[in-house]
């Protein structure tokens, strides 16, 4: 049975954040796919298909929460996990609230690996629907 790389979309404004994280994350057997702003992200993830999103909140054409909900106008089940400087309680809940099944804060790349398998692993249908209404 050969091991099928699974793909991410990682959309942040720094391209030395983009670089780290791509090579962090492809030694673990993942796809890393970047973008630098919402605009580009939103067309990578319309063209094609990702096993997870993982987003900045600080872009010079938006948000991330933005991204977030922008991406799940389209797409309610692929995860979504925050990787962002923003650490306060209430930015945390900000990005659960616009439908992330999770949220790393920077620099901690340590803790992301554990936060993608936890994610990825968790059931596929569901989760992001019940996520972004739990809010409400």
Do not use: W
């Amino acid at each position: 049975m050969g091991k099928t790389k699974l793909r991410i979309l990682f959309a942040d404004d720094h391209d030395d954040t983009r670089l780290l994280v791509s090579v962090l994350l492809s030694t673990s057997n993942y796809e890393v796919v970047t973008a630098g702003d919402v605009a580009h992200a939103l067309d990578l993830a319309r063209g094609a298909a990702f096993d997870l999103y993982l987003l900045d909140n600080h872009f010079p054409d938006g948000t991330g929460a933005q991204l977030c909900e922008r991406l799940r106008e389209f797409d309610q089940v692929t995860p979504v996990i925050f990787f962002t400087g923003d650490a306060s309680d209430a930015d945390r809940q900000h990005g659960l609230d616009c439908g992330a099944q999770a949220y790393v804060v920077k620099p901690d790349v340590t803790a992301l690996p554990t936060a993608i398998a936890h994610v990825l692993n968790a059931p596929p249908t569901g989760v992001a629907a019940h996520n972004r209404h739990a809010g409400r």
